[in-house]
C-alpha cells in the first residue's frame, strides 16, 4: 500500500524559500505522477504543480510558475517542491498526492485524478 510522508514545512518570512518532501513509502517503483496541492483557511484546495514519471513532464499553476520547482528522486521514492519568493498568501496546507500512470507524461491538475494522499504539512509566510 503506497504511503506519502511529507516534510519540510514551517514559519518564513516573505521572499523566503522552502523546499517541500514527500517520500513514497511502500510503492518501490516510480510508476506514479505526483501533484502538488494546497488549502488555505476557508478556500477549496487547489493545484500547486505535478510532475510525470520522468522530470521532463511538469506542469504548474499559473501564479506558480517562475516560483516554484517541481523535481523527482525515483532511487529514492521522494518528491520535490522547491517554492521561492514566497508571500504570505502562500500560506496554506501542502499535500502531495500520487497516481499510478500507465504513461509517464500524465501529470493531472485535477484532484480527483489522485488517489493517494499525504498528511499535509504547513507553510506560513509572514509579511
Known amino acids: 500500500q503506497m504511503q506519502l510522508v511529507e516534510s519540510g514545512g514551517g514559519l518564513v518570512q516573505a521572499g523566503d524559500s522552502l523546499r517541500l518532501s514527500c517520500a513514497v513509502v511502500g510503492h518501490r517503483n516510480s510508476d506514479y505522477a505526483m501533484g502538488w496541492f494546497r488549502q488555505a483557511p476557508g478556500k477549496e484546495r487547489e493545484f500547486v504543480g505535478g510532475?510525470?514519471?520522468?522530470?521532463?513532464?511538469?506542469k504548474y499553476a499559473d501564479d506558480m510558475k517562475g516560483r516554484c520547482t517541481i523535481s523527482r528522486d525515483n532511487t529514492n521514492n521522494t518528491v520535490y517542491l522547491q517554492m521561492n519568493s514566497l508571500k504570505p498568501e502562500d500560506t496554506a496546507a501542502y499535500y502531495c498526492?500520487?497516481?499510478?500512470?500507465?504513461?509517464?507524461?500524465?501529470?493531472?491538475?485535477?484532484?480527483?485524478?489522485?488517489?493517494?494522499w499525504g498528511q499535509g504539512t504547513q507553510v506560513t509566510v509572514s509579511s
Open positions: 498526492a500520487a497516481t499510478i500512470a500507465t504513461v509517464q507524461t500524465t501529470c493531472p491538475r485535477d484532484e480527483n485524478e489522485y488517489n493517494h
Open positions: 510532475i510525470g514519471w520522468s522530470a521532463g513532464t511538469q
